[in-house]
C-alpha cells in the first residue's frame, strides 16, 4: 500500500492528491520507494505496461515501450463516452481528485506527439476534450492532436490566464471549464460569433501567436517575429553561399526547443548533414574532441529529428506520401527540402513536363500541405544566374514566380564578398506575409561550430554601436 508520506517525495505529484485516488490506480511502489508505477491499459482495458516516475530526477518513462499501446486512464466515471485529455500525470491526478465526471486520460508524451499506438484506446470516446495548456507548443499540439483524433468529436480548452492547466490551479472550477469547452472543427462557413473566442485568443496570447523564437538568430526573431506552423519560407542564394549549413542551424535552434523536424536533404548524403548538426550543437570540431562523441550523440538522438531516406531525384508523390506518413506518426511542425531542384532532377528525362511546371507543382504541393496540415515547410531553391556584382532578388529564384508568391517569407543569402575584399555576406528577409517587416541579418561564420550564431551584446556595446554586428560563437558544452 501507498503511504500518504510517500507524495512528499515526488515533487511532481500534486500534495492535494489522496491515498484513495492512488488505491482506486493501483499505483505500484519500488522497494525503495523512490519509484510509482501507473498503470496502463489497452482498448480491451487490459494492462499492458506501466508509466514509471523517478522521485530523485523526476523523469516519466512508458515500460515496457510506448509501442505496447496503452493509456493511462481513470476509472469509474459517469460520462463513459467523454474523455479529457491532459499533457501531464501531475494534471491527471489534480483532475481525478477533483472527482469530474468524464474520465481522465493522461497523454504518454504529453504535447510533443500522439503515437499511432494509442489511438486505439481512445477509439471507444465519442468526445474528447483537450486540455494542454496554455503556451504555443501546447495549442499547436491540440489542434494537431485533433485532427489525428477526428475534429468533429474534439473540443479544446481554449488558452486564457483563467483557464490554468489544473496542476497550476488545483482550486479551480473544472466542472465550468470542461462545460465551456467549444469545439475545433467548423463548418465551411461561420461567423464572428464563432471565431470571437479565436480572436481573443489570439490577441491575450500575442506573443506565443507570433510563434518559436530562435535562441541563435536574435535578429530573426525582431524581423520575423518567429517560426509559425502552416507557413511555407523559401530560401535561396548562390552556390556554395553556406545555404544548407545556414538551414541546418536555423532547422536545430527549433528542434532544440521542441519543434518536431523532418529533413529532405536530397543534395547531401543524411550522414554528412547528421555531422554537420552534430558539431552545430556542440560548437566545436568533433574530430578533435573523439572521446566525447557519444556523449554529444547520445544527448543529439533526444532530439525530434528526422530524416527522410531519399537521395537525388525523386517524384513529388513518393516524396509527398514520405512527408504527409511522418506527419501523422511523429506529429511534425518542420519540414526542410534541401533543395527543389536535386528532388525534381536535373535531367528533363519527362520531356513533354516542362521543369518550370515541374517546380511550380512542387511549390503547390508543398504549399497545400502546409496550410492543410498546419506544418511549416521550408524549401532551398537555387536562384537563376545573375551577375556578381548585383544583389539577388525575389524575381532572382530559380523557376517561375509561384516560389515567391506562394511564400510567406522568402530568405536571401546575399554574399558580398563574392565582388569586394570587404565585402559581407548577410542574410535578407525579403518577404515577411504576417509583419511585413523587413530587413538584414549579417552572417559571419564560426568554422570551428560551423555556426552562424550571433553573439550576445552587453548593453554598453549595444550603446556604442548603431548598428548590430551579427556573429558566430561556439555553444558551451555542459560536461557532468
Not at 495549442?139 to 497550476?168: M, Q, V
Not at 554537420?276 to 574530430?287: E, I, N, R, V, Y
Amino acid at each position: 500500500m501507498i503511504e500518504e508520506n510517500m507524495f512528499s517525495h515526488l515533487t511532481i505529484i500534486p500534495q492535494v492528491t489522496s491515498k484513495s485516488v492512488t488505491d482506486n490506480l493501483d499505483v505500484r511502489l519500488n522497494d525503495k520507494e523512490t519509484q510509482m508505477f501507473f498503470p496502463l491499459e489497452n482498448i480491451e482495458a487490459e494492462l499492458v505496461g506501466y508509466r514509471k516516475i523517478n522521485s530523485t530526477r523526476t523523469i516519466d518513462e512508458i515500460f515496457p515501450t510506448i509501442k505496447c499501446g496503452g493509456i493511462l486512464v481513470s476509472k469509474a466515471a459517469k460520462l463513459k463516452d467523454t474523455a479529457v485529455l491532459v499533457p501531464s500525470i501531475s494534471d491527471f491526478l489534480v483532475l481525478l481528485n477533483a472527482k469530474v465526471s468524464s474520465n481522465i486520460v493522461c497523454l504518454p508524451n504529453g504535447v510533443n506527439n500522439l503515437s499511432q499506438y494509442v489511438l486505439p484506446s481512445l477509439e471507444k470516446y465519442k468526445k474528447l476534450i483537450l486540455w494542454l495548456g496554455n503556451d504555443s507548443k501546447a495549442w499547436e499540439a491540440a489542434r494537431d492532436f485533433a485532427r489525428k483524433l477526428g475534429e468533429k468529436r474534439c473540443l479544446i480548452i481554449r488558452p486564457t490566464e483563467i483557464h490554468k492547466l489544473p496542476h497550476l490551479a488545483d482550486s479551480q472550477d473544472f466542472k465550468t471549464i470542461l462545460s465551456e469547452a467549444q469545439p475545433i472543427w467548423h463548418k465551411s462557413i461561420t461567423t464572428f460569433a464563432n471565431l470571437r473566442a479565436d480572436v481573443y485568443s489570439d490577441l491575450l496570447n500575442i506573443d506565443k501567436v507570433q510563434g518559436v523564437k530562435w535562441k541563435r538568430f536574435p535578429t530573426l526573431n525582431k524581423i520575423l517575429k518567429g517560426h509559425r506552423r502552416g507557413e511555407l519560407t523559401v530560401i535561396t542564394g548562390p552556390t556554395g553561399s553556406g545555404k544548407t549549413t545556414f538551414i541546418s542551424e536555423y532547422s536545430l535552434d527549433l528542434a532544440m526547443q521542441g519543434v518536431n523536424t523532418l529533413w529532405g536533404s536530397f543534395e547531401i548524403r543524411n550522414a554528412r548533414l547528421a555531422k554537420t548538426m552534430l558539431q552545430q550543437k556542440a560548437g566545436f570540431p568533433l574530430d578533435e574532441n573523439l572521446h566525447l562523441f557519444d556523449q554529444l550523440a547520445d544527448e543529439f538522438e533526444k532530439l525530434p529529428i528526422y530524416f527522410m531516406t531519399f537521395h537525388g531525384q525523386q517524384t513529388i508523390k513518393v516524396v509527398m506520401e514520405a512527408v504527409e506518413h511522418a506527419t501523422y506518426v511523429y506529429d511534425i511542425g518542420h519540414v526542410i527540402i534541401d533543395n527543389v531542384q536535386f528532388m525534381m532532377g536535373m535531367s528533363d528525362d519527362q520531356k513533354h513536363l516542362d521543369r518550370f511546371w515541374r517546380q511550380d507543382a512542387i511549390i503547390q504541393a508543398f504549399r497545400q500541405f502546409a496550410t492543410r496540415k498546419n506544418c511549416h515547410v521550408t524549401l532551398v531553391i537555387h536562384p537563376r544566374k545573375e551577375r556578381e556584382d548585383e544583389d539577388l532578388t525575389t524575381s532572382s529564384i530559380f523557376g517561375g514566380a509561384k516560389a515567391s508568391q506562394e511564400a510567406d517569407n522568402v530568405l536571401i543569402i546575399q554574399d558580398r564578398r563574392l565582388i569586394s575584399t570587404k565585402g559581407k555576406k548577410y542574410l535578407q528577409v525579403a518577404k515577411n506575409r504576417y509583419s511585413g517587416d523587413l530587413g538584414l541579418m549579417t552572417l559571419e561564420f564560426n568554422k570551428a561550430g560551423l555556426s552562424y550564431q550571433q553573439k550576445i551584446k552587453t548593453k554598453e556595446k549595444k550603446k556604442a554601436e548603431e548598428l548590430p554586428v551579427d556573429s558566430a560563437i561556439p555553444v558551451e558544452l555542459n560536461i557532468d
